[in-house]
């Protein structure tokens, strides 16, 4: 049986709604509540046995996205999603594996006004 919260079942209320025709439960919550459930009906117009299938399936539709579940992901799903959020302009990748170096945390701070921190990034702006 899956569970949904209410956000879920508004963005993608089709996904859903092809699972309960696969013959799945899905548990609808409000705030970690369950408030209701979805269930198949039968040919006849009666609640449906559990584990009953549908004659004819529906289009699959697409996966949900990993942030749904990040704790369950392989090394190659999280590949996958990094390069989709890389070729989106959502993610950079790292240029080198592994900590900082050390001459990192040894290279002096920035010593800027604020005024002139303000101009930088006004000028920054204005480019765009």
Same mark, same amino acid.
């Given at each position: 049986?899956?569970s949904?919260?209410v956000?879920?079942? +508004?963005?993608d209320? &089709?996904?859903?709604l092809d699972?309960?025709?696969? &013959?799945?439960?899905?548990?609808? =919550?409000d #705030?970690?509540k369950? @408030?209701?459930k979805?269930i198949p /009906? &039968?040919?006849?117009g $009666?609640?449906a046995?559990? &584990?009953?299938?549908?004659?004819?399936? +529906? =289009?699959?539709r +697409?996966?949900?996205?990993?942030?749904?579940?990040?704790?369950?992901?392989?090394? $190659? $799903?999280?590949?996958?999603?990094?390069?989709k959020?890389v070729?989106e302009?959502?993610?950079?990748l790292?240029?080198?594996?592994g900590?900082?170096p050390?001459? /990192?945390?040894?290279?002096?701070?920035f010593?800027?006004s604020?005024?002139?921190l @303000?101009?930088l990034?006004?000028e920054? #702006?204005d480019?765009?």
């Amino acid at each position: 049986m899956r569970s949904v919260s209410v956000k879920e079942l +508004k963005d993608d209320v &089709g996904r859903y709604l092809d699972e309960v025709l696969a &013959g799945e439960e899905v548990v609808i =919550k409000d #705030r970690n509540k369950p @408030v209701a459930k979805l269930i198949p /009906f &039968g040919a006849n117009g $009666e609640v449906a046995a559990r &584990g009953a299938k549908p004659a004819a399936k +529906k =289009k699959a539709r +697409k996966p949900l996205p990993l942030e749904e579940d990040p704790l369950y992901i392989t090394d $190659e $799903e999280l590949e996958a999603h990094e390069a989709k959020l890389v070729a989106e302009g959502r993610m950079r990748l790292p240029l080198e594996e592994g900590p900082l170096p050390p001459e /990192f945390w040894e290279e002096p701070p920035f010593n800027v006004s604020a005024k002139d921190l @303000v101009a930088l990034v006004s000028e920054d #702006r204005d480019e765009d």
